[in-house]
């Protein structure tokens, strides 16, 4: 587990949008990591009131102290992957990484606890088990230590815990258009944008080109193919225009510089998570991290209901790849609400 990638894809089921992822050494070493790290970090502001808020997720506020905490103690555990930003002047990187770590974890904690899901600390324990050090100083994920080890596990079981129960609950219906570039996905999401009507003429407009179109589409969840489960458009809530990269062979997004990528805009009318439908026909391994990637979209939306707020030097939360980019120009996902006519 730990941040590992989906895996082998398993043949699709949807196909015909199946273009639609040691503590401190001494305290004179972390107070000289606090002074290299504190003019980073500091400084920050999600609005007036917070002068020193690197987000705050409801009633709760991550304070710029607690990253820079976390930073200071990454390095102070040497940790090959800070230590490296360190001497490229990159420790922006390990700042967003490990916000986007702690707001995860209290994004599926507050939604686990509204849905009555409990995640134990057996379970967790049961995971770490099979962590060693040399993984953790390996692996891409924020974890430097076994504290956010478990930190991190606990928010993939809480992920899946959430997704398995919205599983086979989980459905939407969306206008669909496939571009080959993302300037263009945007131009068409922007007259998508301006409501179903116009959603509806530029589908009929790009079907009569020849282009890969279609409207009010249904997909759920269970019966996606792994590349459209993995998508933005189950992270996008009702009357929403969502524009995304296509996933590769293996699951992964496309870069946005790949020449070869395209890309998706979807009006979302509608996001149904009481429809019912068949259980996937997948193996039990493609299945558990399918379910951890529907809890982590339902972790975005959660953000979006509760008006979760991001000091800008951390970035823009990217609802797509469920983490902190630099700007919004590098998100896997742009969302726009679209204009809903009055009833």
Known sequence: MLGQPLGPPVTPIVRRYDTVKAISRSSRLVAALAATTGLLLTGCSTGAGQPNAAAIIGDKVVSVAEVQHRLDAALAAQD?????????????????GLLSMMIRLEL????????????????????????TEEAIQRGTHPAYDRQSVREVLRSELLAGAIGKKYANRTAVVADIVVTGERAEAMAKAKQMAKGPEASERLVKDEKAKGGQASSGERFTFS??????????????????????????????????TTPTAQWVAAYVHKRDTNATSAPAQTNAATQAALNRVLGLSMASLYADEIGMRVSPRYGVWDPAGKQLVPNSQ?????????VVPRS
Do not use: C, H
């Open 80 to 96: 090959p992957k800070y230590l490296r930003q360190q001497a490229q002047n990159r420790l922006d990187l390990g700042g967003r």
């Open 108 to 131: 599926l904690e507050r939604l686990a606890q509204r849905e009555g899901i409990r995640v134990e600390d057996a379970e967790v324990d049961t995971a770490a088990a099979g962590v």
């Open 223 to 256: 019966q996606a193919s792994p590349k459209l489960a993995q998508s933005a458009v189950f992270a996008t809530a009702s009357d929403t225009v969502v524009v995304f990269p296509v996933a590769d062979e293996s699951g992964q997004m496309e870069q946005q």
């Open 330 to 338: 590098e998100q896997a996902a742009v969302q726009l609400k679209a």
